[in-house]
């Protein structure tokens, strides 16, 4: 299956399909443990990662950020704090999406991470202190570059 996954990721870079059907199936290979219940109730750390221009990035910064995104997933998982759910590369942005019980302690865990890389500015975090967006929903913004 990660390998059907990884065949569907390379026709639509090559086709040129967007950005959100490109992260709809990246994360096919990976299992989630939670169960329904225990889902609804994550909170979301999201990382808004500036890339070369206004698009997509270069092959090296893709690559680079995977990178990043495997050692935050790995340390999350670590901690018990938490797992990378999906990313989106578009409009200058590398967006990677966490999932936790607590989105404080995945940003405690995950800022040292980003702080040691170099980074371009205009790079931010969010934090969602649920997984709606409605007016009451709880929004953070933590700029990690000026």
């Known amino acids: 299956m990660k390998a ?3 065949s569907l990721i390379s026709i639509l870079f090559c086709t040129g399909f967007s950005t959100v059907a490109l992260s709809a199936c990246v994360n096919l290979g990976k299992p989630k443990t939670q169960t329904p219940q225990e889902r609804a109730t994550m909170q979301v750390l999201e990382l808004h990662l500036k890339l070369e221009g206004n698009t997509y990035g270069s092959d090296d910064e893709r690559r680079s950020y995977k990178a990043v995104e495997e050692a935050l997933d790995r340390a999350l998982r670590d901690a018990g704090a ?8 578009g409009g200058g942005y590398c967006r990677i999406f966490l999932y936790g019980p607590s989105v404080d302690k995945m940003s405690n865990i995950v800022e040292p991470i980003l702080r040691q890389q170099t980074l371009r500015p205009k790079c931010y975090m969010i934090k969602r202190y649920s997984q709606g967006f409605g007016p009451d929903a709880k929004i953070v913004r933590i700029e990690l570059t000026k």
């Open 4 to 6: 059907r996954a990884l």
């Open 82 to 89: 938490g797992e990378f759910g999906r990313h989106e590369f």
